[in-house]
DNA sequence: CGGAAGATTTCT
DNA sequence: GAAATCTTCCGA
């Protein structure tokens, strides 16, 4: 089923969590992909150091974080890499959760010949690996999730997860936000990114 | 308008 | 350990 709108308009931090064991689904010319979220990270806006709306700096790229929730973030980061991020709360609340690596279920071959690789658990394993697998690029940018071209949706069988919450990956410059354990994985996941 | 740095990945 | 590569942001 897939996720109404109500689901993304509350705080990143709990968003993030409840988004761990979804699916992510993306309809593209090429075929679909479907993968399942193992890790995530929450940014909290103007309350966070390592926010790209801290203190409320508005931009271009920003812009979407200050609508509703449940729309695309996407930015090039290191003129290389997109991240996808889905955006959280309501409008004037610049929250965004980071998806960090999925579990590939469907269209495995496309990610295998989008990411030139052949092994299944360095598919989605990094916040740039999953938009390349998934073909999720700049044209994603402020896309509505309650769409039909890329979405959520529950899984068909509902297993048990066991949460971890850890510290956020590679944001040293953030002060005292960077020891926030708002980083969330599936505990014992194969397909979370390897390092800490 | 110029320069620096980045929510990463890959190869050596 | 360092390069790849370019958009975005900030200061002048």
């Not at 729309?71 to 959280?88: E, H, P, R, S």
């Not at 959760?97 to 989605?124: F, H, S, W, Y």
């Amino acid at each position: 089923m897939k996720i109404a709108r109500e689901f993304y308009q509350r705080s990143s931090l709990e968003v993030a969590r409840d988004l761990l064991g979804l699916v992510i689904v993306h309809q593209t010319e090429e075929g679909i992909t479907k993968g399942k979220i193992v890790e995530v990270e929450a940014y909290m806006g103007t309350l966070d150091a390592a926010a790209h709306s801290f203190k409320n700096t508005r931009s271009p790229r920003t812009e979407v974080q200050y609508g509703e929730g449940g729309y695309a973030y996407i930015y090039l980061i290191y003129g290389m890499y997109y991240c996808m991020n889905i955006v959280t709360n309501i409008i004037d609340k610049p929250e965004v959760v980071l998806l960090r690596a999925l579990e590939p279920m469907e269209g495995i071959e496309l990610m295998k010949q989008r990411r030139k690789t052949d092994k299944l658990n360095n598919l989605c394993s990094g916040p740039g690996k999953l938009c390349s697998a998934m073909g999720i690029n700049k044209s994603s940018y402020g896309v509505d999730l309650c769409g039909t071209q890329l979405y959520l949706e529950t899984p068909e069988i509902r297993e048990s997860i066991e949460t971890i919450a850890s510290k956020r990956i590679n944001i040293d410059y953030a002060g005292e936000a960077k020891d926030y354990l708002w980083r969330f994985t599936i505990k014992d996941s194969k397909f979370i990114s390897v390092k800490r």
